[in-house]
């Protein structure tokens, strides 16, 4: 199997939290508190004032606890979103690391602070934590299903917007691997855009390809193809992958078959999409492809169910 190339950009460095991904949170969080917090929480605010019925020096402790197994990804986002919120008045522990699978009613991550500001943000990291640990607990069971075999599982630019750092980095920690992350960041001659040439009468697909090469010399470059005659087209051509789009099994078979065959100094990588369902996936994943994309991992991941149980309530120390 040919060795795999990837572009070299942020969003395909290892499963890390990086600078780009902290930036991406910061302005989602922000954005979350505004909505959440537009004149403050007019139910804990009036409680736990220092002369409400709750007032006075109390320390909580609260877990998040989920509900069903999953895989564990966002606890960056959350301390996050305490350290933006109420810098410095609460404690973050973790049970389990990033990337950990979870138990049903086993917690993940225990709080400890003052009751307002643990009440306050509650929802918010919930969210942002539920969301997160779906996308990984899916990517993870798409993985699992392929595990042992030589390819491997990409993701897509099917994500919500103004997510998408932190949504492909779920797909990540859950074990896939990430498709190029914006535009900017790769070549893909997809359907439309050899059916607006054909119609307009630009050439072919050699002419297209070169033109392509010729504008960004050196630049990973992908094309798409739906059957048999486009696929020649494309081992003929100067890429460096073939995206398989929608077709059947025998005909990824025969694909494969057609790569080995040709005698060239590059083969280029086929990568198997188009709505793969998880029950598909490793007949798939045997043909010999090298990559499969999933857009499921991201625009249909199901946020896990995690909540938010109190532990202890206790006058706080030192008070």
Wanted: aromatic share 4%; charged share 25%.
């Amino acid at each position: 199997m040919p060795a795999q190339k990837v572009l070299s950009h942020p969003l395909l460095a290892g499963s890390s939290f990086g600078a780009k991904e902290l930036e991406e949170a910061r302005w989602l969080i922000d954005r979350a508190l505004a909505e959440d917090l537009p004149e403050g929480d007019l139910t804990t605010d009036a409680l736990f004032a220092a002369d409400g019925p709750g007032g006075g020096p109390l320390e909580v402790r609260a877990a998040f606890t989920p509900r069903a197994p999953g895989i564990l990804c966002g606890l960056p986002v959350v301390r996050e979103i305490f350290e933006r919120a109420a810098p410095g008045e609460v404690r973050l522990v973790d049970l389990v690391g990033e990337g950990s699978r979870l138990e049903a009613r086993r917690p993940c991550l225990e709080v400890i602070g003052p009751p307002a500001p643990v009440l306050r943000l509650e929802r918010t990291a919930l969210n942002f934590l539920g969301r997160l640990c779906g996308i990984a607990t899916l990517t993870r069971r798409y993985a699992d299903e392929i595990e042992g075999l030589p390819v491997l599982l990409l993701d897509t630019r099917k994500t919500t917007p103004g997510w998408r750092r932190l949504e492909k980095y779920a797909v990540r920690v859950g074990g896939g691997q990430n498709h190029r992350g914006s535009l900017s960041d790769g070549i893909l001659l997809k359907d439309n855009h050899a059916g607006v040439l054909r119609a307009a009468g630009r050439g072919g697909f050699r002419h297209w390809v070169a033109a392509l090469r010729q504008a960004s010399p050196g630049v990973f470059l992908e094309v798409e193809v739906d059957g048999r005659e486009e696929l020649q087209l494309a081992l003929e051509a100067d890429v460096d992958a073939i995206l398989l789009d929608n077709l059947s099994t025998a005909d990824l078979r025969w694909a494969v078959e057609q790569k080995d065959a040709a005698s060239r100094g590059k083969t280029p990588l086929l990568e198997a999409s188009g709505g793969l369902r998880l029950d598909r996936l490793r007949e798939v994943a045997a043909t010999g492809v090298d990559r499969i994309s999933v857009g499921a991992l991201t625009h249909s991941a199901p946020a896990l169910d995690i909540g938010l149980d109190l532990v202890s309530c206790r006058r706080a120390p030192f008070a």
